[in-house]
Every structure is written in structure tokens, then in C-alpha cells.
């Protein structure tokens, strides 16, 4: 007879075998926290043996799966645990099949014959002869294969005489084989490949590249090294054959979600002879050249709204992104949100790029006032020398939110400043600016609304330079503006009854403004060149904004709103120019009307999207700037996006990106970006994305100004990518190879 004391030590020992063996991510303290059942033909408990027996269609039920075989045997001395005949562990979506698994309960150790293995964190499937579980997460194979394909026969494998595997992880094979479909097309004696999702040290894949001129073979190994659970670093090792070596350090640190940061360094001794002139830059290099760049991101937050935040990029010379601009650190972490913490390069570090500024920012808010002080560094690689860049070592900015004066109707904010600006060549000092404005916030009847204003401008400067100039050394400036709001807002709700595709309310308001600036004449004609000049104006502005938003509700019950419609108009009425005296009546005329701006934001429904950003001139009758920008895409992949840019005599281009979904698994991609204005083809990009469950392939054929780019992709789930990047000279340097 089966004591409930016997039959406890049953649940307990299978709880501890269930939660131990797979040792799959979700698998441990759930199961035995949860209830377990066991059903089986016979349960016996033998004396002799210290052992429990489980027999005849033996099926173990726990809170995250279950355990099926034909017989189970728990030893309690020696904590051995035996399962026979048609094993199946289910933990959560993992699973383990085998004829036999004998498994050591305390050291957590086992080993399965002819076994099968999947681990859903992975998407892993592994099978051999033999499955050992020499550590919690640690495994070997005999006569094995891995994929990351489903079914039976999947589109590629890795077969190996034997094969070790850690979960989340690497493995490594001995004599592994890379088969598609069964079919061996690769032999390798001995190999590692990745099993995991997060973090290990090891060889990412290199980049291979051959160019004419400018670097000829030119070979990159990284080296990504975990260093602890916070640090990591990746260790770029890169060979030129035309320059030498370039090695760089890309360090990154989580202190903890409050502080983290990213640093990179890279130096290179460039042999190269170069002689050339492009605008007013030169340079005539016949020895070897100390070559570098750096970079440090950190952020810091101390508290709530006490932050510092530091972007520092700087480089050697002024060349150094035009030399390096076909592959860099800085291009391959280029970012247009900076939401990633680790990736957070704003600009596109190529021969277009024309300055770079440092900045050091530290910030510090209050209920209503805000405290920054920023130290920046501008590199101008326009210019041949930067000693006439103008910096600034710090700026301190202190600014009010609009407060009650004194508890009275009167509103007062302000804004408080100092700079220091510095430079090695031409006019540099210090400057203080004080910006207060009261405001009084009227309501003229049920409807309009105004607000008088008046603003004390004050600026004090002292120049520490020793130019030679007639202009005083220090000085101030006094200035008070004045001026005034007056608004309303007419606005109207219609109520669709049972809601016209979801939408139950649309509300359409109407809100014409108009504003107007008053700013005395005042003396600054001995203002130095650090410190920008305040115009005279005596001036109206009009807007009108429609805007259309419409109420949704949720399956959770709660109202959503989304702006359908935005249309804002809006011009500038001179009254001083209207008012200027005329230097000949026959071909002086006033222009007292300024541009007219429009702006449109559309989005009527969730797949479309208009934006326009368009100034027209009613002086010279005709539109001097237009922007448009449009993007459509459905809930199959498919996605326009189109821009256009237009600015007179200056700029005008268009850029097109439109990817297809011809089928669940194959996208045609086509991106265009023209300059209209000198009628030249800036990039324009063919590609076929061809998708299946656990591999991608992508090829793209990109022309440019001065060379045509062939690349090809290929990404195993599981196991990363590699291409191969053909570059075809025609007309200017052009390169070729093989990129990974």
C-alpha cells in the first residue's frame, strides 16, 4: 500500500526532476510552486531499493507542461531519476523526446538516447544518438544536427560527428557539414556557431573590400568581447593596403538605467600620397599621416530632471570622413531618433558632411524654472583652418516658465544668459543677456482672447581679443519690445451615430490669430561679430489653423483621438515698409506683405499620411520654397514613401522609397533620390527581398554619381548573415569586393 507520505516524496522528487532537466528559461520555480498530477497504470514504492515506480502510460501534468513516457523510476538515495519508452517533456514551449533519459536530480546532470531537443528561446531544434546535460545549461551531442528550420525536412542544417551547445549561448562542432535540404554543400573540421540572444564574447563577421584608388584591399576582423554582465567592447582590427593598419576600441558601459555611455577611438599611421585641391581645401601629404577620430557619449541622470549628457566627436583633420566614407564606425551607427542608447550618431559621417560640433550638456529642472549649461567644440571641414570657428566654452542659460507676477493677473517669464565664446583668430569674449516679459492674459467677451506684451532686452558684451580694430572692447545694449495676441476659436462636434469605420465623433475648429511686434531702432553699430543684431520692426501677423480631430473607442472601452486634418495659413504685414518714404516714386515701390506660409499635416486614415511645408512670395508671384512629403502603406508590407524638396535657385530634389509585397515571402524594393536642379541621379537602388521561415536573401543593385554597387545578402536564422559587395568603376574612384 502507498502511503500519502510515499506518494508526496513522489511529487516532490518529480517536481525537482521536471523543473531541472530541461532547464529551459521558464521552466524552474514555476513548476513546483504550481500543482502536479501523475496517472500511470501501477505506482509502487520498493523498500529495498529506495525507489518509487511509475509504470504503463505514465503521464505527469505540471502549471507550465507535462512529462509522458512508459515507465518511471525514482531512486532516492543515490537522486537518479530514470524515464523509459517514448519520453516526451513538454516545458512551456520547450521540448525534449527520447527513448531513455537517465538524469541526476542534485547535480542536474543526464543524458538521453536518441534524442531530440528544442529550445523556444532559440528557436533551436537539436537531435543526436546521444544527448548529455553535462551543466544547467550546457549540452552534447553525438551524430548530431542543428537548425532553427521547421519540419522534417528543413531548408538547412548543421550535421556534426559531435556537437556542444549552450543555451543562450555558443556551440561548437567537430567535422560539421552545412547541408541544404539533406544535401552537404560545406565541410569544416572543426567550427562555432551562435545558439543565443544575448551577449558572448567572439569573431563578428568580417569585411572584405577592393577599391582602385583609394584604399585597395581593405580587410576588417571585429572582435566583440562581453567583458562583464554592464561592459562590453568590440575590437576593430582593419587592414589597408594602400594606408597600413587602422585599429579602433568601441567600449560601452550600463552603469545602471540612469547612467550608460559609449566610447570609440580609432588611429591609423597613413602611408598614402595624396595631392589635391576640392574648393578652398588643399593638401599636398608626402610623409605619413597621425590619423584618428573619437567619440564619448555618456549620460548621466542624478535625479528626476537633473541630467548631464555628453556627444563628443572629433577627428584629425578635416578629410578624415571624405578618405573613410565608403565604411566607418560612425556610419554604422548612424541614427536619425537616437532611441537606441548605444547607437546614437546624428549625422552621416561621408564627404558631404561639412562641420561637426561637440556638445557637454548639463541640465537641471525645477516647477518652473530650467537650468542648462553647455560647452561645445565646431569643427568646420570647409574651412582650411579652424581657427576662425567660433566656439563656445560655456554657455549658462537660465529660463522662467510664464508664473503670476506677485499673485496679480500679470504673467511673468523670462530667460537669464552667459556665454563665453573663444576662438584662436578674430573677435571672441564674454556675453550676458537678461530677457523678461510680462504678459497679461485677457478674455474680450465669451469669445476673443488677447494678450499685451512687453519684453526688456538687455545685452552686455566684453571682448578679451587683441584685434586691432576701431570697435570698442565693451559695451551694452537695451532694447523693449512690445507687442500682442488676439485669438478666438469657433469649433463644431459631429456625432456619426453608429460610427462611420470606427469613428464616433469628428470635431472641427476653426482659430484665426493675429500678432503684433513692436521693436524701437537702437544703436549696436559697434556690436562685436559674436553677437547677433536686433532689427527695428513694427509688424502684424495673421494665421489661420483648421484642424479636424476625431474620437474612437478602443476594444478596452477607452476613447482614442487622432488629428485628421491640420491647415495653417499665415503672413507678415509690414507697417513699417508700408510706411517708408520712397527714394524714386517711378521704380521704388513698398512691399509692405510678407510670404504667405502654408502648412498641411493629413492623415484621414491609418495607412496615409500628407505633410507640406510651402512659402509663397505675393511680391515676386510665385512659390519660393515647397516641401511635400507622402507615405502610404498597408497591413502587408507594402510602403511609399515620397519627398520632395524644393527651394528657389538653390535646391531642388526628390527622394522615393517604395517597397512591394509581391508574395508572403518575396519584396521588391526601389529608392531614387535625384538632384533636380543639376539634373543628376544622386542613388538609384533596385532590391529583391526573398523571406522564408529561418533564412533571408537580398540583392541590390545601386548606381551613383561615379559608380554602380552590387550586393547580396544572405541571413540564417540563428546563425546572422554575410554578403558579398561588388563595386564597378565608372568615371571617379570606384571600388569592389566582398562585404560581410
Known sequence: MLSWKRLSCIVLVLCLLLAAFPAFPASGGDIAEGPVTIEADSISYNEDEAAVHASGKVVITFTQGFLKADAVTLYHETNLALAEGNVLIHSDQDVIEGEKVVFNISSKTGVVDNGKLFIAQNHLYAKGEKIEKKGES?????????????????????????????????????????????IPLLYVPYMFFPAKTTRQSGFLFPMFSLSSERNGLDVELPFFWAISENTDATLYQRYLEKRGFKEGVEFRYFLNPTSFGTLYADYINDRKRITETIGSMSRDWQEDQKRWSFYLNHETTFASGFNIRSDIYRVSDPWYFRDFSSSNYYLGHYSQTGDNKFQRIPFLADESLGSLTSTVRLTKDWSVYNLSAVASHTDDFLSPTNDGTLQVYPSVNLTGVQQPLFGSPLQLDFGAAYVHFYRREGQKGHLWELNPTVSLPTRLGPYLRATPWARFHGTIWDRTDSETDTEEKDGSRKVFPVGGTLSTEISRVFTLGSGIGGVEKIRHSIRPEIFYTYIPEVRQENLPNFVGGIAAQNSMTYALTNTIISRTRGADGKAKYQQLLRLLLAQTYDIRESRRELTDPDTDKRRPFGDVALELDLTPIQYFSFAARNIYSTNSGDWTQSNYDLTLLDNRGDFISAGYRYTKDSLQEINLYLQASLTSSIDAVYILRRNL?????????????????????????????????????????GLGGGGVNMTLQRGGEGAGGAAF
Open 138 to 182: 550546457t549540452y552534447r551531442l553525438e551524430k548530431a544536427k542543428v537548425t532553427t528550420c521547421d519540419g522534417e525536412t528543413p531548408d538547412w542544417s548543421l550535421a556534426a560527428s559531435e556537437l556542444n551547445v549552450t543555451v543562450d549561448g555558443y556551440g561548437t562542432m567537430k567535422h560539421g557539414r552545412f547541408l541544404t535540404r539533406d
Open 677 to 717: 536642379l543639376d539634373k543628376k541621379t544622386i542613388e538609384s537602388t533596385y532590391g529583391v527581398k526573398y523571406r522564408r521561415q529561418c533564412w533571408l536573401f537580398q540583392v541590390n543593385v545601386t548606381s551613383g554619381e561615379y559608380d554602380r554597387t552590387v550586393m547580396a545578402y544572405v541571413s540564417l536564422l
